[in-house]
């Protein structure tokens, strides 16, 4: 016998009350953890996949869906730009690395990448398997890719054009395996890397077939100087694209200068990852701020409804108590019984909501590709769950302490007498 | 053992009332008697220290209760104390069992299982250890409610009208019962009652006037 023992009894003997103050409480955690975990892990997986990334370059459109199609491989690309143009900014002082990127096939609705080395070297990707992409139609893939696509080493696939699967097919050039990388936890996972020219070669068949021009391998010439982004072709190549360039300043002043010196020309924007991620946030801070309130709603109601079924429940147990005194309990002993009952309620409610809100996720990830790839894991635990849980211990004894108030100033001698 | 001595208590609408003087001695049975309103139950409430603040003398074991803190009252209470009331307010959230511990675990004496197997036993009981109170018949309720008044061995028992919603019958089973158990732990009986039925079973006897 202890008072958990009592507290536990007079909860199991409500059963129906007990349960749907559980429910209704756990119903509001577990909305907030939903919110906590999916927010935190979004924006640690955002700010890790833009970190090291101070500005994009792309063709003109919109800056949000520059960063989203060029940092986060979600949206698609607004268009193309001039290589030499882009090659102008490159080796600018302010400037301390420049990428090429070349986008436009997929694999399985997973994305090719046209690009260097140094794009890889941003998330400190390492080979798991193979070796780096070198010539023309290697690709080095993504932890995540090899596991959802079953690709090995070796094996050969044909791009499918644009992000969606079962898109135009490239049958003619087929890509080949040559390494996978270990899971660097971002963005790369998903994706598939080669160079840039490989990117260049599946499209430029078409480009033949159409306009008739010769392949434009670059000649061996003695002056032949290689573009500070593409090596293999010459500097100020005017017929070569890429879709976008990403660029790490050399120092605080390029956050001032190089928006608008690249804004500034006509066929070029840049748009910078911070800035666009954080109005991305604020758009979506609406809507979570409304799921946050409705919790909030969902667990006052909660913490109103304990209240009740306490205050009710001490009208019938007034004799209990008075009994309870009679066999020599003190006050507070049936002062902090009642407000334990509160906070076994509440604690209850919120580990179930706790671990509602963290199987939902589970279950996400694990049938929903996009949370997947996301990379969102209902198995991660933020401190900030030990908030939940104090929290709630502390709305449970609010919600109890008028009860127990009550119980402490029971007049024993007049409820004794009172039949 | 009990020492009345010009006991007087004032409600809180303001009257008074005194009562007589008298003394029990350890082992001796007592019945309290008086009409409806006398303060039976009021005198039982002092004595059992769930009523504080009276004037006069009233010893328990040669201890003064009023000279108890409320915390060290509680606890003398639930360690020399057994009541029996006439409704039996068992807590109907327990089994048997539990509303038993309950008498050692608040009086913050040691749970003893064979203690409680013993009582239950002893007063027919043993096989509704686990029940649950509401499926009780109200004479089996009536002996847990026994049963978790002696539990503790106190040294006095008090009763409040345990008979007056009885049939005669049941009433002389319960006075028996009372006076058995109380015999059996060498405890003081304190009956109190208008029950004119209970008057030959117990000689010592107080009278309460009526107001």
């Given at each position: 016998?202890?008072?958990?023992?009592?507290v536990?009894?007079y909860l199991?003997?409500?059963?129906?009350?007990?349960?749907?103050?559980?429910?209704?409480?756990?119903?509001?955690?577990?909305?907030?953890?939903?919110?906590?975990?999916?927010?935190?892990?979004?924006?640690?997986?955002?700010?890790?996949?833009?970190?090291?990334?101070?500005?994009?370059?792309?063709a003109?459109?919109?800056?949000?869906?520059?960063?989203?199609?060029?940092?986060?491989?979600?949206?698609?690309?607004t268009?193309?730009?001039?290589?030499?143009?882009?090659?102008?900014?490159?080796?600018?002082?302010?400037?301390?690395?420049?990428?090429?990127?070349?986008?436009?096939?997929s694999?399985?609705?997973?994305?090719?990448?046209?690009?260097?080395?140094?794009?890889?070297?941003?998330y400190k990707?390492?080979?798991?398997?193979?070796?780096?992409?070198?010539?023309?139609?290697?690709?080095?893939?993504?932890?995540?890719?090899?596991t959802?696509?079953?690709?090995?080493?070796?094996?050969?696939?044909?791009?499918?054009?644009?992000?969606?699967?079962?898109?135009?097919t490239?049958?003619?050039?087929?890509?080949i395996?040559v390494g996978?990388?270990?899971?660097?936890?971002?963005?790369l996972?998903?994706?598939?890397?080669?160079?840039?020219?490989?990117?260049?070669?599946?499209?430029e068949?078409h480009?033949?077939?159409?306009?008739?021009?010769?392949?434009?391998?670059?000649?061996?010439?003695?002056?032949?100087?290689?573009?500070?982004?593409?090596?293999?072709?010459?500097?100020?190549?005017?017929?070569?694209?890429?879709?976008?360039?990403?660029?790490?300043?050399?120092?605080?002043?390029?956050?001032?200068?190089?928006?608008?010196?690249?804004?500034?020309?006509?066929?070029?924007?840049?748009?910078?990852?911070?800035?666009?991620?954080?109005?991305?946030?604020?758009?979506?801070?609406?809507?979570?701020?409304?799921?946050?309130?409705?919790?909030?709603?969902?667990?006052?109601?909660?913490?109103l409804?304990?209240?009740?079924?306490?205050?009710?429940?001490?009208k019938?147990?007034?004799?209990?108590?008075?009994?309870?005194?009679?066999?020599g309990?003190?006050?507070?002993?049936?002062?902090?019984?009642?407000?334990?009952?509160?906070?076994?309620?509440?604690?209850?409610?919120?580990?179930?909501?706790?671990?509602?809100?963290?199987?939902?996720?589970?279950l996400?990830?694990?049938?929903?590709?996009?949370t997947?790839?996301?990379?969102?894991?209902?198995?991660?635990?933020?401190?900030?769950?030990w908030i939940?849980?104090?929290?709630?211990l502390?709305?449970?004894?609010?919600?109890?302490?008028?009860?127990?108030?009550q119980?402490?100033?029971?007049?024993?001698?007049?409820?004794?007498?009172?039949? | 053992?009990?020492?009345?001595?010009?006991?007087?208590?004032?409600?809180?609408?303001?009257?008074?009332?005194?009562?007589?003087?008298?003394?029990?001695?350890?082992?001796?049975?007592?019945?309290?008697?008086?009409?409806?309103?006398?303060?039976?139950?009021?005198l039982?409430?002092?004595?059992?220290?769930l009523?504080?603040?009276?004037?006069?003398?009233?010893?328990?074991?040669?201890?003064?209760?009023?000279?108890?803190?409320?915390?060290?009252?509680?606890?003398?209470?639930?360690?020399?104390?057994?009541?029996?009331?006439?409704?039996?307010?068992?807590?109907?959230?327990?089994?048997?069992?539990?509303?038993?511990?309950?008498?050692?675990?608040?009086?913050?004496?040691?749970?003893?299982?064979?203690?409680?197997?013993?009582?239950?036993?002893?007063?027919?009981?043993?096989?509704?250890?686990?029940?649950?109170?509401?499926?009780?018949?109200?004479?089996?309720?009536?002996?847990?409610?026994?049963?978790?008044?002696?539990l503790?061995?106190?040294?006095?028992?008090?009763?409040?009208?345990?008979?007056?919603?009885?049939d005669?019958?049941?009433?002389?089973?319960?006075?028996?019962?009372?006076?058995?158990?109380?015999?059996?732990?060498?405890?003081?009986?304190?009956?109190?009652?208008?029950?004119?039925?209970?008057?030959?079973?117990?000689?010592?006897?107080?009278?309460?006037?009526?107001?």
């Open positions: 016998m202890s008072i958990f023992t009592l536990w009894n199991k003997a409500r059963p129906l009350n007990t349960a749907i103050n559980i429910l209704l409480l756990s119903l509001g955690i577990a909305v907030i953890t939903i919110l906590l975990l999916f927010n935190k892990q979004l924006e640690q997986k955002i700010t890790e996949n833009a970190r090291g990334i101070d500005l994009v370059v792309g003109k459109g919109s800056p949000l869906q520059l960063i989203l199609c060029n940092i986060f491989h979600v949206d698609f690309p268009g193309n730009i001039k290589l030499n143009e882009a090659e102008r900014f490159a080796k600018h002082r302010l400037i301390k690395n420049a990428i090429p990127l070349a986008l436009g096939d694999y399985q609705s997973y994305r090719i990448i046209g690009t260097s080395q140094k794009y890889a070297e941003l990707a390492e080979i798991q398997q193979g070796n780096w992409w070198r010539n023309n139609l290697d690709v080095t893939i993504g932890a995540n890719v090899a959802l696509t079953q690709l090995k080493l070796g094996d050969k696939f044909a791009s499918a054009h644009g992000l969606a699967d079962g898109g135009h490239h049958n003619d050039h087929q890509y395996v996978i990388l270990k899971p660097t936890n971002s963005v996972d998903n994706l598939i890397l080669t160079n840039v020219e490989s990117v260049w070669e599946m499209h068949e480009a033949e077939e159409e306009e008739g021009h010769a392949e434009h391998e670059h000649a061996a010439d003695s002056n032949f100087i290689p573009s500070p982004l593409v090596p293999s072709v010459g500097k100020g190549d005017s017929l070569k694209e890429i879709t976008s360039m990403l660029i790490q300043y050399r120092s605080p002043m390029g956050a001032i200068q190089l928006p608008r010196l690249v804004n500034s020309q006509s066929s070029l924007q840049a748009a910078s990852p911070a800035f666009e991620t954080a109005r991305l946030f604020s758009i979506l801070g609406v809507g979570v701020d409304i799921l946050m309130g409705f919790a909030y709603v969902l667990i006052v109601i909660s913490g409804s304990i209240f009740i079924a306490l205050y009710n429940s001490l019938e147990r007034r004799y209990d108590l008075a009994i309870m005194r009679s066999m309990a003190s006050r507070t002993k049936l002062f902090v019984s009642i407000l334990l009952e509160g906070g076994v309620l509440t604690m209850l409610g919120s580990l179930i909501g706790l671990l509602m809100g963290h199987g939902v996720l589970v996400l990830s694990g049938m929903v590709e996009e997947q790839k996301a990379g969102i894991n209902g198995f991660i635990f933020y401190p900030e769950e939940i849980l104090g929290g709630s502390l709305l449970g004894l609010i919600c109890a302490v008028i009860p127990a108030i119980a402490y100033r029971t007049d024993i001698s007049r409820v004794l007498a009172g039949n | 053992m009990i020492s009345v001595q010009n006991l007087s208590f004032q409600y809180a609408a303001g009257n008074a009332i005194q009562f007589p003087d008298f003394t029990v001695t350890r082992g001796e049975h007592c019945l309290l008697l008086g009409e409806s309103g006398s303060g039976k139950t009021t039982l409430h002092l004595l059992g220290g009523l504080r603040h009276y004037s006069g003398s009233l010893k328990i074991e040669d201890t003064e209760l009023a000279q108890l803190s409320e915390a060290s009252l509680d606890r003398f209470r639930g360690q020399n104390i057994g009541f029996i009331f006439q409704r039996n307010h068992l807590i109907n959230a327990l089994t048997v069992e539990k509303n038993l511990m309950m008498a050692p675990y608040l009086a913050g004496l040691k749970i003893e299982s064979e203690r409680i197997t013993e009582v239950l036993s002893g007063l027919g009981l043993a096989e509704k250890r686990k029940s649950r109170v509401t499926q009780l018949s109200h004479g089996q309720a009536q002996r847990v409610a026994i049963a978790r008044a002696v503790n061995k106190p040294s006095i028992i008090f009763a409040d009208e345990p008979t007056s919603a009885l005669d019958k049941n009433c002389e089973r319960v006075i028996h019962l009372l006076m058995d158990v109380a015999n059996q732990h060498q405890s003081t009986l304190l009956v109190a009652t208008h029950d004119q039925r209970l008057k030959d079973k117990i000689s010592n006897q107080v009278w309460l006037s009526s107001l």
